[in-house]
């Protein structure tokens, strides 16, 4: 187990509403990293937190946004959801330290839109 | 063209057998190649890390990474059952803030 905790598992949404999804980090970690990870396809980087600052972001329409803690955990907001939504979101966490630190992730929510 | 190119699979495979996995990628700045392990319904697990290019073993586990060729390995020995899983490749520049994955080989090894 890594240690980094998502919530809920599963979610079931119709198009047009909106979503919040949660990550713990691991403890000692600042860093939050998101990602998508369609059906059949390799996850997709959504954007980066760092100290509760937005660090670096994907090729993710604007409806896609997030927010980092003190506490460092974060949440996803997806707005105006579309079918194509539906996938397996990814957080994970990674030190901080200023390089390229490894990345350690959850086990993912599960996301359908109907 | 994608960054990172990951032949699907599936690949098949009896016990004991060494598997090899490959990924190729278009982008020079990646300096920093991982292996991660996905079991289905979980997140993806960290196998192996290195930097720049060179081999990396550990236990069945070797990585190879092959700048000039834009070409990196995951080679498993004494392949078990429980190997069997979709094995993802990710790379970095040195900004670390985005790993950029292949799109996963499914591996399965039959007893």
């Known amino acids: 187990e890594t240690g980094v905790t998502q919530s809920p598992t599963h979610l079931i949404k119709t198009r047009g509403q909106q979503v919040t999804l949660r990550c713990s980090s691991q403890?000692?970690?600042?860093?939050v990293s998101w990602y998508q990870q369609a059906l059949g396809q390799g996850p997709q980087f959504i954007f980066q937190?760092?100290?509760?600052?937005?660090?670096g972001r994907g090729n993710f329409p604007p409806r896609f946004s997030g927010l980092q803690f003190p506490n460092y955990s974060s949440e996803l907001n997806v707005n105006a959801l579309e079918l194509d939504d539906s996938a397996l979101y990814l957080c994970?966490?990674?030190?901080?330290?200023?390089?390229?630190?490894?990345?350690?992730f959850g086990a993912g929510t599960r996301l359908s839109v109907l | 063209q994608k960054e990172v190119e990951q032949d699907p699979g599936p690949l098949s495979v009896p016990e004991g057998a060494i598997v090899s996995l490959n990924c190729t990628y278009s982008?020079?700045?990646?300096?920093?190649f991982m292996w991660y392990r996905q079991y289905s319904r979980k997140g993806p697990e960290l196998l192996m890390y290195?930097?720049?290019?060179g081999n990396k073993e550990d236990g069945r586990f070797t990585a190879q990474v092959d700048k000039s060729s834009k070409y990196i390995s995951l080679f498993i020995r004494d392949s078990q059952p429980s190997d069997s899983a979709t094995y993802l490749c990710?790379?970095?520049?040195?900004?670390?803030?985005?790993?950029?994955f292949g799109t996963g080989t499914s591996l399965t090894v039959i007893p």
């Open positions: 290195t930097y720049s290019s």
């Open positions: 994970a966490s990674s030190l901080g330290s200023g390089g390229v630190d490894i990345q350690y």
């Open positions: 937190y760092y100290r509760e600052e937005e660090n």
């Open positions: 403890s000692g970690h600042n860093t």
């Open positions: 982008n020079s700045a990646f300096q920093y």
């Open positions: 990710a790379m970095s520049d040195n900004t670390g803030n985005q790993f950029y």
